[in-house]
């Protein structure tokens, strides 16, 4: 009992000294430094890399802008994981806490665990070949398996695609298999419209011609003027018209858009018809079956 008493006198004495809270004092001024300085640090780390990365595509060597602005996305992840891991082992030693011995117990448990970690590895390897073969980048649209959408994000061990309904797809990269990437090469694609057998063709054909070719002053995003390609196709009374435009990289919808109201609309100012879907209605052979004619 005794015993105890002097051990609790101790421990109050401690807590009640001037060198304690002192020591309390110091060793959260400093925590709170470290905690100030590791933010300033990741944030000035992303800035400079940010622009520098800017620099780089501004230069007129030809650089990618999609890979430089993903290896810029790396780079600005991995500072922040090195910055704040230092940042951990400064404020571990601040507590007075042995780092060497923590660090050689997590190397060997590290090493127990990298056993059954073969998937890591996997998404981690697969990750670094990702960037390093430019196979995809930030902003390009991709499609992985299901998985369709812009990249957002692309890391050592994840991949991160927002889908066009606002969902977004995590990928480890170990399971990445046949990538299509959507962004690498221009565009293309055929705009079908549907007239009828008695439309005059040669004044249609004319009259698409001279739209098209003012079209690459409008619509930037054009490589160069659409094709008329002409009749693809006759089914009945209905004939298919086909028009071909090439534009940059995940363009062509809205230009596609634009060609099928404006040739709609253009064949209505000058009296061309277009096909349309018929509903035909057959009566009873009677006299008395209700219909007018």
């Known amino acids: ?4 008493t002097r051990v609790m006198q101790k421990k109050w004495d401690q807590l009640t000294s001037e060198a304690f809270w002192d020591q309390v004092i110091d060793v959260t001024i400093e925590i709170t430094l470290i905690l100030i300085a590791s933010w300033l640090a990741v944030r000035l780390g992303k800035k400079f890399i940010k622009k520098v990365f800017l620099l780089r595509m501004r230069s007129p060597l030809n650089h990618s802008e999609r890979r430089q602005r993903t290896i810029a996305r790396l780079l600005q992840s ?21 780092v060497a011995g923590l660090l050689a117990g997590a190397g060997i448990v590290g090493l127990a665990i990298g ?38 994000e692309i890391g050592l061990r994840t991949t991160k695609i927002n889908g066009a309904t606002g969902e977004q797809f995590i990928i480890p990269n170990g399971s990445i298999g046949e990538v299509i ?92 018809p277009m096909a349309y879907p ?12 209700g219909r007018s004619e």
């Open 1 to 4: 009992m005794e015993f105890n």
């Open 78 to 98: 991995v500072i922040s994981y090195v910055v704040y891991f230092s940042a951990i082992i400064a404020i571990l030693s601040s507590l007075n806490i042995k």
């Open 115 to 152: 056993f059954g970690a073969q998937s890591l590895v996997k998404d981690v390897i697969t990750g670094f070949f990702i960037i390093f073969e430019d196979q995809f980048g930030v902003g390009d649209y991709i499609k992985i398996n299901a998985a369709e959408g812009t990249v957002v």
């Open 181 to 272: 990437n959507y962004s690498i090469n221009n565009s293309k694609i055929f705009i079908d419209l549907q007239m009828t057998t008695d439309a005059n063709f040669e004044k249609a054909e004319g009259l698409i011609k001279k739209y098209l070719e003012t079209l690459p002053e409008i619509h930037k995003e054009l490589v160069a003027v659409p094709t008329f390609l002409g009749v693809q196709n006759v089914k009945g009374t209905e004939v298919t018209i086909r028009i071909a435009a090439e534009t940059l990289p995940q363009q062509q919808y809205g230009v596609a858009r634009t060609i099928r109201r404006d040739v709609t609309q253009l064949f209505e100012e000058h009296d061309i």
């Open 278 to 289: 018929k509903m035909m209605l057959y009566g009873g052979s009677g006299k008395d079956d």
